[in-house]
């Protein structure tokens, strides 16, 4: 069994890395993919852990894009997946994220500002000692249930930090098109991440969206996913044999930031990703 979509405390998780690992290696796992949000920290700290547990450790990473869309002048967000199977990324690739870490931590001032104009005592200076190397929403929300402002981190994202509610403010992001070309230039597999957080169900908007996407150079796509029902999987799998689609699949574990979620078995034991996926992976390059 294998789990190709899991963070680390280097972006919103809460285990450090070398716990992360030891939870894999304690769980069974085969193979492990880092997939930190805009930062490959996290997997640099695990890769020495991870060769003497004996764990395939797969470099990866999510990230944060923006899709232009009719009626959306900002664009819709994307959450792109990169897969370096075969070596990892060159400086340039790294470089690149430092420029988004840059933009991440402009937003954060930006959104402490706004959280203090509505009333919120939260400074950018508690956010970031949670947060550490990449601090963002999620350790905003922990601060805002643990000061007793909102009672869960749902709650956090409804009232103040969704892309609709009354803090948010607005992060630089790369376009989807950038993200795809910057993962495959770096010698990545770009695949799209929880798609069903795009998707209304009914199917056809989806279609041409992922249409879209592959045009753009998406090469893969998340089947496997704690929040898809099995009328779901078969709905991606679909998708995936009609454009050609590699097929990626994890639990996007966090630890405590998403309880429920475990590792390698996702929401009530729902996944069960064999090995064969992530060699399929590798050979099909």
Same mark, same amino acid.
């Given at each position: ?105 402009? #937003?954060?001032?930006?959104? @402490?500002?706004? !959280?203090? %104009? *509505?009333?919120?005592?939260? &400074? =950018? ?55 795809? #070309?910057?993962?495959?230039? @770096?010698?990545? !597999?770009? %695949? *799209?991440?929880?798609?069903? &957080? =795009? ?63 475990? !590792? ?22």
């Amino acid at each position: 069994m294998i789990d190709l979509h899991a963070h680390t405390n280097a972006s919103d998780g809460s285990l450090a890395p070398a716990e992360l690992v030891d939870r894999a290696v304690a769980l069974g796992l085969e193979a492990l993919a880092i997939c930190d949000h805009d930062t490959f920290a996290g997997y640099d700290e695990a890769v020495p852990l991870a060769r003497r547990a004996g764990l395939d450790l797969v470099c990866a990473l999510e990230l944060s894009t923006k899709m232009p869309r009719p009626g959306k002048p900002k664009g819709r967000s994307v959450h792109v997946l990169g897969y370096f199977l075969w070596e990892p990324p060159p400086q340039d690739f790294r470089e690149w994220l430092s420029e988004l870490q840059a933009a991440r931590r402009d #937003r954060n001032r930006r959104l @402490a500002d706004k !959280l203090q %104009s *509505l009333g919120v005592d939260i &400074r =950018l200076e508690e956010v970031e000692a949670l947060g550490r190397t990449l601090a963002g929403r999620p350790h905003f929300a922990q601060i805002l249930v643990r000061k007793g402002y909102v009672s869960t981190v749902q709650q956090a994202f409804d009232v103040y930090l969704d892309e609709s509610a009354k803090a948010y403010v607005d992060r630089k992001e790369p376009s989807f098109d950038e993200g795809v #070309r910057r993962i495959l230039d @770096a010698g990545g !597999l770009p %695949s *799209l991440a929880h798609p069903l &957080r =795009l998707s209304n169900r009914k199917g056809g908007r989806l279609d041409d969206l992922i249409g879209e996407m592959v045009d753009a150079g998406l090469r893969g796509i998340e089947v496997f996913y704690s929040e898809h029902s099995a009328a779901d999987v078969a709905r991606f799998q679909s998708f995936a044999q009609r454009y050609g689609l590699a097929i990626t699949g994890g639990s996007d574990f966090h630890g405590d930031t998403k309880p429920g979620i475990e !590792l390698g078995t996702g929401s009530n034991g729902n996944l069960a990703i064999p090995r064969e996926l992530l060699d399929r992976l590798r050979e099909n390059r």
